[in-house]
């Protein structure tokens, strides 16, 4: 794994936000850093809206939150000094399975990132029992790299 490859893991929301803060500051001063942008998206379930049109209505609103966010967090890491051309983004649509947490160290080990960012959503003890932590897995099973979980 290199060290210099990094991959932090959006979902695009204020805890996210705060992770790619936290990483820009340490690595902007970084020579010949990579990072990539890693955003899984999970699609809304289909059973929660009354047609076809509003689901995909609301699937194009989150495609859009998502792209809005990518762009704002490739700005965050060039104003802290990262090049932009060290910057990638990369989208996954994800289904059931594999896991979130599974498809974000699948994408770690096939980048051989040597890091691995993620924001914590903060879910109580009751809520990862019942519905699993994607931070929690993360650091749980990662393999070969530093998990840096920001709250």
């Not at 490859?5 to 996210?16: G, T």
Request: glycine letters at 6%.
């Amino acid at each position: 794994m290199n060290p210099k490859r990094i991959l932090i893991s959006v979902d695009a929301s204020p805890n996210a936000s705060r992770a790619v803060r936290y990483a820009a500051e340490f690595l902007g001063s970084l020579p010949e850093v990579q990072v990539t942008l890693l955003y899984v998206e999970r699609a809304p379930g289909r059973d929660l809206f009354e047609t076809e049109e509003k689901w995909l209505s609301q699937c194009q609103i989150d495609k859009d939150h998502v792209f809005e966010f990518l762009k704002e967090a490739r700005a965050t890491l060039m104003a802290a000094g990262v090049p932009q051309e060290a910057i990638a983004e990369r989208t996954i649509l994800c289904s059931a399975e594999p896991s979130i947490a599974q498809t974000i160290l699948d994408v770690q080990q096939e980048g051989r990132h040597g890091t691995l960012v993620v924001g914590r959503r903060g879910v109580t003890k009751g809520e990862e029992f019942l519905f699993g932590s994607v931070s929690s897995k993360l650091v749980h099973n990662a393999k070969d790299c530093a998990v840096w979980v920001v709250q």
